[in-house]
């Protein structure tokens, strides 16, 4: 029992770190611009479609195209910026209207990749050798020992960006207070914008990771990466993208060692049931501060 | 320097700011007093363009600026602070400096020495490494007024500098305003309802009743305005 608790442990870690990435790209996106991106999870399905493309047309393998996704989306996600996110200020509650408009771009996504795609489960090919290591009796697959580095390096990556470089401190500084870096003489527009190109590219990344450790994807399943990405946040704290993946890890463990000891389905579960009990305890999430508006 | 011309402001039926029109010449520190509800912090943010006025102009070196977007303010020269202040409250104050600065085109280095200087003038340099929510509210006043300065402003609109700060803070605060016409080559616009302290620094004063302005002139001048002693100062 305890080494299969230890391996719901290991489990919960891993997945926590590729939840933890569908979160804080959701929270730089909420934190920074108020808009609650309705679309994160079919952004990050079309990552994972990006991925079988660059495979199946230019054969290249899920590593190389980890970083093409990135700037793609990156690239995306910036023009779309300007093509939907500054008509949401002239709105009376632009929260509310941002995730109308972004419910619309999830069901308009979720279309456009059943058109191109159909609606079969994809996934994506490649081999990786040894498949598996030991640890003791604690099962360790590869891929997903992979793409928890891989995941590590980019939420180091995104935290040295807000915490060690000038841009970032501003983004971090909208996150507290907008007016207040206007009146310091900072264009909030093209940040805001570099927010939301860097919260689609971590969509596209991380579909690419996932489409790497479990085993299909479909148009369809975005919704549940959304969802996941909002108990996400909803547990760390929204706009703290570091909250994000603490509580990501928090979410996968329990979900993962509930597993253990009940069916996957109770798993799920207890992992709301956590999310509830957090409202209940600390309605901002474990790591979340008042924002002055 | 700073020019407003028949500066207006109306909200519905309401007539905040009812052509004001006053002229700040270079290095000088204008006081601005009147009771609440006159006018002063609605002609502020007219100036520094979180509201775009009715009617008027507002001229910087005789640039018409009337109705720019806030940042474009800034960058034009205009700092501003604010009687609740606006600081960063879960970044340290280096970094509240520091962001301030983005758009200088400064490096690292310049950044955090500038940032340093005006740190210990306003006596919070031991705090560097601290969040700015751990601050008094006193002493966030000071490094709101150090985070406008970084960005060498030609003019600073201080809204309320005193209200609710302890008196050893207030003369810091004093003596820090003191100097930034001298010093700094900079000029102040200073709203507050600590007379004292408008006497003691101001150049000339305007007492604003209702929007308009009632009595203007130096500080012995609006003493002895019957108009301002019946309106505002009492018998």
């Not at chain 2, 960058?75 to 340290?92: D, N, S």
Request: contains cysteine; hydrophobic residues 50%; charged residues 15%.
């Amino acid at each position: 029992m305890q080494d299969l608790v230890l391996q719901g442990i290991v489990n919960g870690l891993i997945l926590g770190a590729i939840y933890g990435l569908i979160g804080v790209g959701l929270n730089v996106i909420f934190g920074v611009l108020r808009v609650v991106n309705f679309a994160h999870g079919e952004f990050l399905v079309l990552g994972a479609y990006l991925a079988l493309m660059l495979a199946q047309y230019a054969g290249l393998s899920p590593f190389w195209a980890l970083p093409i996704t990135f700037l793609v989306f990156c690239l995306i996600g910036y023009l779309l910026y300007f093509v939907l996110i500054p008509r949401l200020s002239k709105s009376n509650d632009p929260e509310t209207s941002s995730l109308l408009l972004m419910f619309g771009v999830s069901i308009m996504l979720g279309a456009i990749m059943l058109l191109l795609f159909d609606a079969d489960a994809r996934s994506l090919e490649y081999e990786i050798e040894p498949v598996f290591l030991m640890l003791g009796n604690i099962i360790l697959p590869t891929i997903r020992l992979i793409t928890l580095a891989i995941s590590i390096v980019i939420v180091a990556l995104v935290a040295w960006l807000l915490y060690g470089t000038l841009t970032g401190k501003a983004l971090r500084a909208i996150i507290m207070n907008r007016d207040a870096v206007r009146i310091v003489g900072i264009k909030t527009e093209r940040l805001a914008a570099v927010a939301f190109a860097l919260g689609i590219g971590l969509a596209g990344v991380t579909g690419v990771l996932t489409a790497m450790v479990f085993p299909s994807f479909s148009p369809f399943m975005g919704n549940d990466y959304t969802l996941i990405g909002f108990v996400v946040i909803v547990l760390g704290g929204l706009g703290n993208p570091v909250g994000a993946l603490v509580g990501a890890l928090l979410y996968a463990v329990t979900e993962q060692v509930a597993s253990v000891f009940f069916n996957p389905s109770i798993g799920t579960i207890c992992g709301f049931v956590l999310m509830v009990a957090t409202i209940f305890v600390r309605p901002n999430g474990l790591f979340g501060k008042q924002v002055m508006r | 320097m700073l020019q407003i011309q028949g500066l207006k402001k109306q909200f519905g039926g309401l007539v905040a700011l009812n052509g004001v029109s006053w002229h700040l010449p270079p290095k000088q520190i204008l006081g601005v007093i009147g009771m609440n509800g006159s006018g002063k912090t609605t002609m502020l943010n007219c100036i520094n363009g979180l509201y775009v006025p009715t009617a008027g102009k507002v001229l910087l070196h005789g640039k018409d600026i009337t109705g720019w977007p806030v940042e474009q303010v800034a960058r034009e020269g205009i700092g501003r602070t604010f009687q609740v202040p606006r600081v960063f409250p879960h970044m340290t104050l280096l970094d509240n400096l520091d962001v301030s600065q983005l758009h200088k085109g400064r490096t690292a280095e310049e950044r955090y020495a500038v940032s340093v200087k005006w740190l210990e003038k306003v006596e919070l340099y031991r705090l560097r490494h601290n969040m700015a929510e751990e601050l008094s509210g006193g002493q966030q006043k000071l490094l709101e007024l150090a985070r406008i300065m970084v960005s060498q402003p030609k003019v600073v609109l201080l809204d309320e500098p005193f209200a609710g700060v302890n008196p050893g803070l207030a003369q810091l605060l004093i003596s820090v305003i003191k100097t930034l016409p001298t010093e700094h080559d900079c000029s102040v616009v200073l709203v507050s309802h600590d007379l004292t302290s408008i006497y003691q620094l101001s150049n000339h004063i305007i007492v604003m009743n209702e929007g308009s302005i009632l009595s203007q002139g130096s500080a012995d001048v609006v003493k002895n305005d019957p108009a301002v002693i019946e309106a505002y100062l009492g018998a």
